[in-house]
Every structure is written in C-alpha cells, then in structure tokens.
C-alpha cells in the first residue's frame, strides 16, 4: 500500500467532522446506488461563509476521506466557493489521481456532489 492509501486509510478509521449537527442551516445528502456509498453534509453558514461542517454516512475509505477532507477545507470558506469546485481540487485533497478508475472516482466525488446539489 502506498503513502496516499495508508492516509486515506487512516482518515476512514476515525474521520474528522464525523458527526450529526443538530442546529445545522444546510443538509445535504448523496448516495452511489453502485457501491452503497452514503453520506448527509451538514453546514453551518454565517453570511454565506461556512463556520462549521461534520456528515454522517457509511462508504469506502475513499468516500469517507473525501467528506472529512473536503469539510476541513470548506471551513471559513464561501458556500458557493465550495459548490464552485472541481474534480480536481478532491483529487489534491485526497492525494490520489483516480483518473483511470471511474468507479472510485465517484466515491471520491460524492461528498462535493452532495453539496453541489440545489
């Protein structure tokens, strides 16, 4: 396993931002029939700036990194900055390029999908 996994990994087995937010302004969900990935975003938002984020859900290691990984970025940050996002900046998040494998691409993408819905 290399360095990029072993990280992916490790975030799986006890992500930050794990956790309902009872008082949250926005809740998103997503799910990918296929693997049965899951997950439920939930953002605190002050003037459109994102003061707080955690999710709930179940997946691979790859989706739940991406959740965790994504949350910590998107803290401070606008809420439509996020949902501006690409593909590319969860690949740099996460460290992976999984550009040749579609099926966990999606699984990396469906945290930001999530939230990309209106």
């Known amino acids: 396993m290399n360095i990029e996994y072993e990280r992916i990994v490790h975030i799986w087995k006890d992500p930050p931002n794990r956790g309902e937010m009872e008082d949250a302004d926005f809740v998103f969900e997503g799910a990918n029939p296929i693997c049965g990935d899951k997950v439920r975003i939930f953002l605190k938002v002050n003037d459109g700036k994102i003061e707080d984020a955690s999710f709930t859900g179940e997946g691979c290691a790859i989706s739940v990194a991406s959740a965790s990984l994504l949350l ?42 999530a939230i990309k819905k209106r």
């Open 72 to 113: 910590d970025y998107a803290k401070g940050r606008k809420l439509e900055e996020i949902r501006d996002l690409e593909k590319e900046k969860i690949m740099e998040l996460l460290g992976l390029d999984l550009s040749r494998n579609p099926s966990r691409l999606k699984c990396a993408l469906l945290p930001l999908m």
